[in-house]
C-alpha cells in the first residue's frame, strides 16, 4: 500500500504541465526503458492505452561492455526547478518516497 507521502508527492508530478514532464520522455532513456509516458503513447494488447504513467525501477548500471543492456540504467527524476517550467518542489520528495 502507498505511504500517503508517495500518493502526495506522485500527485504532484502528474499534476504538473505537460512541458514539465515531457522532459522525462522515455525515448530519452534508450534501452533503460525507464521515464514518462503520456495518454496513447502505450499499448496493451494491440489497443491504445487511456493512462499517462512513469516507468521507474532500481537503479542498475549495464555491465561492463554492454552499455546497452535493456532494462538497465538509471531513472530519469523531476527537478526542483528549471528555467521556463513550472516550479516542482516536491521533486526530492517524489524521488525519495518512491524508492523508500
Do not use: C
Not at 516507468?55 to 554492454?66: E, F, H, T, V
Not at 538497465?72 to 528549471?82: D, K, Q, R, T, Y
Amino acid at each position: 500500500m502507498p505511504s500517503s507521502r508517495q500518493v502526495d508527492s506522485t500527485a504532484a508530478f502528474f499534476s504538473l504541465p505537460s512541458e514539465n514532464k515531457e522532459a522525462l520522455a522515455m525515448h530519452k532513456s534508450g534501452a533503460a526503458w525507464r521515464g514518462y509516458f503520456s495518454v496513447g503513447e502505450e499499448f496493451t494488447s494491440g489497443k491504445v492505452d487511456q493512462k499517462e504513467g512513469l516507468y521507474l525501477s532500481k537503479d542498475n548500471q549495464a555491465p561492463k561492455g554492454s552499455a546497452s543492456k535493456p532494462l538497465h540504467g538509471s531513472n530519469m527524476w523531476p527537478v526542483a526547478e528549471v528555467e521556463d517550467w513550472t516550479p516542482f518542489p516536491q521533486a526530492d520528495a517524489f524521488r525519495d518516497s518512491i524508492m523508500e
